[in-house]
């Protein structure tokens, strides 16, 4: 009796399964189903992954697009700094099942040391043969890389616009080391005037103690011409940390003038410790507001003198009090390309932390441009990849590639 239960189940169950086959074999099936169903995939091949390309080379790739019928084929690259895509260029195919398409790399793209790249074929309907077909959407990413420069971070700001012709990592926060002395002369630039006499005081001898300056005597008198040359050529820490007591009393009080001072030209990412840069706090700034302070450094009127300083390779001076004579050079805290390339200053930086670090000003056809490279494994890296720089963005500026803004500057 149960076999025979069993064996009634199980053809029960067939037939309903038999059933619901032949039910829904005549069911009409909805038009989403047919639609997806119809469509034709597409497949796009050639495209090459990856591109080490020199910052003189014109990348193109010539790709086969399948199906094509003349669709349009769409390049796009993405801006890392803006957080967008943005179309680059537009390729009509052949009216054919498979056709070729040479997509050429816009030479805009070598303003970054890489940038990612999307070729669409977005989702079309077609005639083929009098019939309506449509043709799935695809998309392929590529790379491109621009390794003009070893340094962790960099950029060339044009000085007037404050776009970037050549930005890696810019946004990136990273120690300056004495890079910081561009901005306490500026602020004391803007405060003192030249012949106003300093007494040293004990916080310009910490300041020496804790990594390296001068040697100048507390107690003892000198201008504020002579710590400007101080602070810039030989990078002296004492007479950067006098600066900062002669214009507010305090280091710490001096700081907030700094702080100031960047927030007031943009340079909002950038945090102050001491006058003269310090090893391991929490001070930190981004190539791209070094860029900002460069420019404020080579472009405001009250800075006039300071930047007379940063083109200067000697100095010699005589203290007020002790009657002490110093001469300075800017030896390898200077800039090595005084003269070259069209620089006209401005300054180094280096710490374990940060790495070698510089902030350079060229003039190009009469106009004023600002880089910044900052981590660079070793002083002869550094200044090989500024010289890298200058030559880079010379030839990107008269091939009039487009410029890239980085980041919107209120107010500029």
């Known amino acids: 009796m149960r076999r025979s239960n069993s064996f009634d189940i199980v053809k029960h169950g067939v037939a309903v399964a038999m059933a619901l086959f032949m039910f829904f074999s005549v069911i009409p099936i909805t038009s989403d189903v047919h639609a997806a169903s119809s469509e034709i995939k597409t497949k796009i091949k050639g495209v090459t992954t990856r591109h080490d390309e020199s910052y003189k080379s014109t990348i193109k790739d010539k790709i086969k697009v399948t199906p094509a019928y003349g669709r349009t ?30 997509i050429t790399f816009p030479s805009s793209w070598k303003a970054r040391d890489y940038a990612t790249w999307m ?36 950029v060339v700001m044009d000085a007037k616009t404050g776009q970037c012709v050549y930005a890696k990592n810019a946004t990136e926060k990273r120690k300056i080391a004495s890079m910081t002395k561009m901005m306490t002369m500026i602020v004391m630039s803007e405060r003192k005037a030249l012949n106003q006499t ?11 103690n804790m990594s390296g300056g001068m040697g100048l005597k507390k107690g003892d008198v000198v201008t504020v011409k002579d710590l400007m040359y101080c602070s810039m050529l030989p990078s002296a820490n004492d007479a950067a940390a006098a600066s900062a007591v002669a214009v507010s009393g305090s280091q710490e009080k001096f700081k907030k003038l700094m702080r100031q001072k960047a927030v007031s030209i943009g340079a909002v ?7 003269f840069g310090d090893w391991y706090g929490d001070a930190k700034s981004t190539a791209f507001d070094q860029a900002l302070i460069g420019r404020e450094f080579m472009t405001n009127k009250k800075c006039g003198y300071i930047r007379k300083v940063a083109k200067t390779k000697n100095y010699r001076f005589t203290t007020r009090k002790y009657k002490k004579t110093y001469s300075v050079t800017y030896s390898y805290a200077g800039n090595l390309l005084l003269g070259k390339y069209g620089s006209v200053g401005i300054k180094t930086g280096y710490n374990p932390p940060a790495g070698r670090c510089f902030t350079n000003a060229w003039y190009y056809k009469g106009r004023l441009y600002i880089s910044v490279v900052m981590g660079e494994p070793s002083a002869d890296q550094m200044w090989t990849d500024v010289k890298k720089l200058t030559t880079m963005s010379n030839y990107l500026v008269d091939r009039k590639t487009g410029k890239m803004v980085v980041k919107k500057v209120a107010g500029k």
């Open 73 to 102: 084929i769409y390049l796009f690259v993405y801006n890392p700094y803006q957080k967008k895509w943005t179309k680059m260029g537009q390729y009509k195919t052949a009216n054919k099942e498979t056709a070729s398409v040479t």
């Open 119 to 154: 070729i669409t074929a977005p989702k079309t309907k077609v005639k083929v043969k009098g019939k309506t077909k449509t043709l799935k959407a695809h998309q392929v990413k590529t790379m491109t890389y621009n390794k003009v420069v070893k340094a962790k971070a960099a």
């Open 198 to 208: 300093v007494k040293i005081n004990s916080e310009a001898i910490k300041a020496r």
């Open 269 to 275: 990412d950038s945090t102050y410790k001491y006058a």
